[in-house]
Every structure is written in C-alpha cells, then in structure tokens.
C-alpha cells in the first residue's frame, strides 16, 4: 500500500483507510505486508473473517511470515481442530466491544513502542452497534495505542450512509480514500 509509505517516517500515528469492498482485502493484506517487512510487531484485529483464513491468505497470497502477527478473532467461536490458540486471542461476540477493548489493550501493552494495531473491518461493528458506540470504541482504541507508542491503520468499507465515517474520521492523524 503505497499511501501508508508516507507516514511511517512521523513517528506514531493513526490511519484510517477508505475502500471499496472488492479492494479492501487486498489492500489491507499489501499493508500488512509492508509493515512487516520492517520487523515491527503486529496486532490483526479480524472482525470478517476466522483468523485462519486471514493467516492463510496472508501467508499463502501475500507471502507475509505470520508469525509476528499476534491475531485478535471476533468471528471465529472455538479453535479449528487441531490447531493451538498460540497467537490468538478469541472474542466471542463481535457485538462485544468491551471485551475486544480488553484484548486490544492486553496487546497493545505486549507491543508498545513501535507496533502496529490492524483492524479489517470497522463497519462490521457497525452491524451489532450504533455508530455513536462504535466511534467511542475506536476512540478508545486510538487514544490507548497513541499512549502505547502504537500506530493504528484501520479499515472501512465505502458504504452509501456515511454516519460512520462522519463520526470516526476525525479520530485520526489521516484519513485516505482507495479507489
């Protein structure tokens, strides 16, 4: 993701990124991808998918090591068979924001100084809560990774009603559009 180039010499900072559903994905892996390259830890906020579809296709389409990617899973209800929770916190019910601000915080503290907090899918929370909660969520999160010395890069679909986008926005250091 050529855009999120420009801000990694500014020190900490916020970054939220507006696209389109069919290029989200890709975009948000390709930042994921950058960032790791740089050796920084990394905190995966999947709220769309299991967290193994999202290691996989980080793995497998964007050649990214995952394993330092600490994921946070809001969809997933149990573990897949066989595989060991070891770098995966589960949040049980995405329309819970308090217990993802916990995992949150537990992992910005674990990568404080220079991590990175990705979240894939901000308007899937908006499907379980009011813009208005989802925006003091956000907020919350903002504020505590800024504390943490943890940048934040945050992902949101174009949607039609922009009440969201109104109201979360303003959150950040930056704010780009990906057509």
């Given at each position: 993701m050529e855009s999120l180039k420009k801000f990694?010499?500014?020190?900490?900072?916020?970054?939220?990124?507006?696209?389109?559903?069919?290029?989200?994905?890709?975009?948000?892996?390709?930042?994921?991808?950058?960032?790791?390259?740089?050796?920084?830890?990394?905190?995966?906020?999947?709220?769309?998918?299991?967290?193994?579809?999202?290691?996989?296709?980080?793995?497998?389409?964007?050649?990214?090591?995952?394993?330092?990617?600490?994921?946070?899973?809001?969809i997933s209800s149990s573990p897949s068979e066989g595989n060991a929770l070891d770098g995966v916190s589960l949040v049980l019910d995405t329309s819970d924001l308090n217990s993802l601000l916990i995992e949150v915080r537990k992992q910005l503290n674990r990568v404080r100084g220079g991590g990175f907090l990705f979240l894939d899918a901000v308007h899937t929370l908006w499907i379980y809560n009011k813009s208005s909660v989802v925006a003091r969520f956000m907020q919350c999160v903002v504020e505590r990774a800024y504390r943490s010395g943890v940048n934040v890069v945050f992902f949101i679909v174009d949607m039609e009603d922009k009440d969201l986008l109104r109201k979360t926005a303003p959150l950040f250091d930056h704010f780009i559009r990906v057509r």
């Open positions: 990694l010499g500014e020190g900490c900072f916020s970054l939220l990124v507006e696209s389109s559903r069919d290029r989200m994905q890709a975009e948000l892996f390709s930042a994921v991808r950058y960032v790791s390259g740089f050796g920084s830890e990394l905190v995966y906020v999947s709220t769309n998918k299991p967290y193994m579809a999202v290691k996989e296709g980080l793995e497998s389409d964007f050649g990214v090591d995952t394993g330092g990617v600490y994921f946070i899973d809001c």
